[in-house]
């Protein structure tokens, strides 16, 4: 069974930058898409961005030009550089494998980490 560990989360004052981790238990990482996804208190669950098995990437219109995926297949890793903080980037972030051609989520989650950006 696969198991998500993220770390990488805290608190953070607005301009900030923080990277999270997600290290994957199991084989066959390599052929996944993976994600991140996030939710803030009384929203839904929403996608912040996505990585292919070829390294392509999609991001929300609200991270643009400040969050990087990214992935490293040798060591199970996907990581999530977040710059220029904003107080709306609040939320609960959660690691996800995806699926193998489309890039609807996965059935796989991590347990969530917290980034708190704040003054």
């Known amino acids: 069974q696969v198991q998500l560990v993220e770390s990488g989360g805290g608190l953070v004052q607005p301009g900030g930058s923080l990277k999270l981790s997600c290290v994957a238990s199991g084989s066959g990482f390599n052929i996944y898409r993976w994600g991140w996804y996030r939710q803030a208190p009384g929203k839904q669950r929403e996608l912040v961005a996505l990585?292919?098995?070829?390294?392509?990437?999609n991001y929300a219109d609200s991270v643009k030009g400040r969050f990087t995926i990214s992935r490293d297949n040798a060591k199970n890793a996907v990581y999530l550089g977040m710059n220029s903080l904003k107080p709306e980037d609040t939320a609960v972030y959660y690691c996800?494998?995806?699926?193998?051609?489309?890039?609807?989520?996965?059935?796989?989650w991590g347990q969530g980490t917290q980034v708190t950006v704040s003054s």
């Open positions: 990585i292919t098995s070829g390294g392509g990437t």
């Open positions: 996800n494998r995806g699926r193998l051609t489309t890039n609807a989520p996965g059935d796989v």
